[in-house]
């Protein structure tokens, strides 16, 4: 298999034996003064979710704010029919409605950095990252979307426009930006979403992360790594398949219970009301979202953002930390990769 070299490196990912529950009071986040954030998002709407606040309190810290959008996320099917008012939408309605998450994606930029939030629209397929990650590594063969009918990114605003959809790609562009980026922060999906690109991402960011600090080096503290979740089941977090937003403002948001703690940390930022209400204009933003999961987007509008931490250094006893992947994915549900609403 091509993708065989590459299996070795997953093992930044995980560590994933399983842990009990953590305590209540997750502590804080410490985020200096001029740190270099990078946010990964596989979708429009996944970096503000995930770090809305992180992002707004880096830049009153004095640092600087990349974010990253991987794929347009335009195969939401059930969202693309209520955008189109179709029964049986076309090529051309999921790409239209794919340069309208990336829009959408721009505007709540906007709304957080002022025009100081770098944005990378890379534009891929929806579904296309973690098919990238285990079918389709090289450019021969790169993943064509059932979607739209292309293998490459057809998107006019994305800056990755005509770039095939294959994982050796996608994995030196996310090289190329850590080198330009230098991040002191990164934040990314937890590889155990129950989301098949957000547990994509979530390999493909260790695996650059890995082959980045290998070819160059930087100076210590290395990067903090921060796996956030948007996907899990039970119904987390409450109120995200209520049907109607209901307003979580002054609740925090904890990470599940049941999310194994593999041996790392966590910690949580805490969020004053002016964050949190930047965070939920933010996600005004994102239109064609909330008119199909309004619910789903409010309920992430807390007052804290939470993340595991990982450690840069955890690259050693890839093929077992694999087979432990596997193993507790497992353990979940029978299909651990199913798409589901993003």
């Known amino acids: 298999m091509p993708l065989s070299p590459y299996k070795r490196c997953f ?3 995980l560590l994933l034996l399983a842990t009990p529950l953590f305590a209540v009071a997750e502590p804080t986040l410490e985020i ?3 740190e270099r954030l990078l946010v990964l998002a596989p979708h429009p709407d996944d970096e503000s979710l995930s770090a809305a606040g992180l992002i707004q309190q880096v830049l009153q810290n004095g640092g600087t704010v990349r974010s990253t959008v991987v794929t347009s996320g335009d195969a939401y099917v059930g969202a693309v029919m209520q955008d189109s008012g179709k029964r049986n939408p076309s090529a051309a309605d999921y790409l239209n409605f794919g340069e309208k998450r990336l829009e959408e994606s721009r505007r709540a930029a906007e709304v957080l950095g002022h025009g100081f939030v770098h944005l990378d629209l890379l534009g891929f397929s929806d579904g296309s990252i973690y098919s990238a990650l285990v079918s389709h590594w090289r ?13 490459h990114v057809p998107y006019g605003q994305a800056e990755d426009r ?3 959809q294959d994982g050796q790609d996608l994995l030196n562009e996310l090289i190329a930006i850590l080198r330009d980026t230098k991040p002191t922060i990164i934040a990314f999906p937890d590889v155990m979403e129950n989301d098949s690109d957000h547990a994509g991402l979530g390999m493909f960011t260790l695996l650059a992360v890995h082959h980045w600090l290998q070819q160059y080096p930087t100076p210590h503290p290395q990067p903090k790594l921060l796996a956030y979740l948007i996907h899990w089941q039970h119904g987390w977090p409450t109120g995200s398949n209520w049907g109607i937003p209901q307003d979580w403002s002054d609740q925090p948001l904890s990470l599940p219970s ?6 790392h940390t966590r910690a949580c930022v805490a969020l004053s009301p002016a964050q949190v209400g930047l965070k939920r204009t933010a996600l005004a933003e994102y239109k064609t979202q909330q008119r199909i999961m309004g619910d789903f987007l409010s309920a992430f509008v807390r007052s804290s953002e939470c993340f595991t931490l990982l450690k840069p250094n955890d690259g050693n006893r890839i093929e077992q930390v694999l087979a432990n992947w596997r193993h507790v994915r497992k353990a ?7 798409r589901r609403k993003l």
């Open 139 to 151: 450019r021969n063969n790169p993943m064509r979307s059932e979607f739209t009918g292309f293998d």
């Open 162 to 164: 005509g770039f095939a």
């Open 11 to 13: 093992c930044i990912c």
């Open 332 to 338: 979940f549900d029978n299909h651990p990769l199913s």
């Open 258 to 263: 049941d999310l194994p703690l593999r041996g």
């Open 32 to 34: 200096g003064k001029g």
